[in-house]
């Protein structure tokens, strides 16, 4: 059965191996037309009087299809290379990955008249740190919860530095679990 990057080594039983395909194939989907609607896009838009345009031709149906097939070699590497030595491969698609969605985010910049640059940069920067400052929050919050939830199940605390997803080893004091 096909396991997810992560999962745990136990035998899926056929709810959640049903379950884990549904989600897969809902994700895989969702993000190579996510894809292909913004490659599409992006290859659609001309430069026009009034900045920008739309305009739909034979090169968007291509760029779309091109999309679709990289959102789905995305999800083929991380399900099929979940296993193993992959981890390198996992990551430096999930790079390219982001990597794409930032170039396709800043690409339409590139039609903006050149006064309006330092306005919209100093813009992007306050979105940057707001969500890196969101995203900490969050973070923290998610340490805290794992902290408290091994805490409650008689595990040792976890000790910064070191991964709050590992798996929980019991504390042994004085010759018993806690």
Not at 138 to 161: A, H, I, S, W, Y
Request: proline residues 4%; hydrophobic residues 50%; charged residues 15%.
């Amino acid at each position: 059965m096909t396991k997810l990057a992560g999962s745990s080594t136990e035998p899926l039983n056929n709810e959640d191996a049903n379950s884990q395909r549904a989600f897969l194939r809902i994700a895989s989907l969702s993000t190579a037309l996510a894809f292909g609607v913004v490659l599409g896009s992006v290859e659609a838009l001309r430069r026009d009087a009034s900045g920008f345009a739309f305009q739909i031709s034979a090169g968007t149906l291509v760029a779309f299809t091109i999309g679709l097939a990289i959102g789905l070699a995305y999800w083929k590497i991380v399900v099929f290379h979940a296993t193993g030595n992959a981890a390198l491969l996992r990551r430096a698609a999930s790079f390219l990955l982001l990597l794409g969605g930032t170039g396709t985010f800043l690409y339409p910049l590139r039609f903006l008249p050149g006064e309006k640059l330092p306005e919209v940069f100093e813009g992007l920067a306050t979105a940057a740190i707001a969500l890196s400052l969101i995203g900490f929050m969050l973070r923290t919050l998610q340490q805290f919860f794992n902290q408290d939830e091994m805490r409650t199940e008689g595990c040792e605390k976890v000790r910064p530095g070191t991964d709050p997803l590992a798996p929980c080893v019991p504390a042994v004091r004085k010759g018993r679990n806690l």
